[in-house]
């Protein structure tokens, strides 16, 4: 019972993150057209100056989320689920570090691996979702097959979904990093 639990308060943490972004897309589209009078509406200042701190935790909890689906539900991670490992989690070494340090250029680091995690991500998801893969997944050799569908919630999300979603967030807060208005 106790697996259940915790990968739906992950599918929901995922679907939350899912509805934050598009707002936050939406409002910046809208302000950027002229549709929202001010340029940077007050909620989306919240963030403003926790952008490290913020991405730390979501790739902390991305990490510690992919180690209880396979140490604990015993999810075996296929070929791409252990790339997207790969770029995940040095984030949370780099980020923790970044943080603790109050480093100014962390996206420096950071967005090369998120960039191209999220990238491996959104091809699996496709992968899963089409099963017309541009690459087949057996050519990365052998594991479980890359299509396998763990759990499916809110009718799309899905481990790769997770993971997708996660390297957005951290790839985001460092996009905001960067530009920030000093």
Not at 141 to 150: K, P
Not at 171 to 178: Q, S, V
Request: proline share 4%; charged share 10%.
């Amino acid at each position: 019972m106790m697996p259940q639990v915790v990968i739906q308060t992950l599918a929901l943490l995922t679907l939350f993150s899912n509805i934050a972004v598009v707002i936050y897309l939406l409002v910046l589209v809208g302000s950027r057209m002229g549709l929202i009078k001010k340029k940077t509406p007050k909620f989306l200042n919240v963030f403003s100056g926790k952008e490290v701190l913020l991405s730390l935790i979501v790739a902390l909890t991305a990490t510690l989320g992919s180690l209880y689906f396979s140490e604990v539900a015993g999810f075996e991670p296929c070929k791409l689920c252990w790339l997207q490992r790969i770029f995940m989690y040095p984030l949370v070494i780099i980020l923790g570090t970044a943080y603790l340090r109050k480093l100014k250029d962390t996206w420096n680091y950071v967005l090369p691996l998120s960039i191209t995690g999220g990238l491996i991500a959104a091809y699996h998801y496709y992968f899963q979702v089409t099963g017309n893969p541009l690459i087949p997944c057996s050519t990365v050799g052998f594991s479980i097959s890359c299509s396998e569908r763990f759990f499916t919630y809110f009718g799309y999300i899905t481990i790769p979904w997770m993971s997708l979603s996660a390297f957005v967030l951290v790839t985001i807060g460092m996009l905001l990093l960067k530009y920030k208005k000093s």
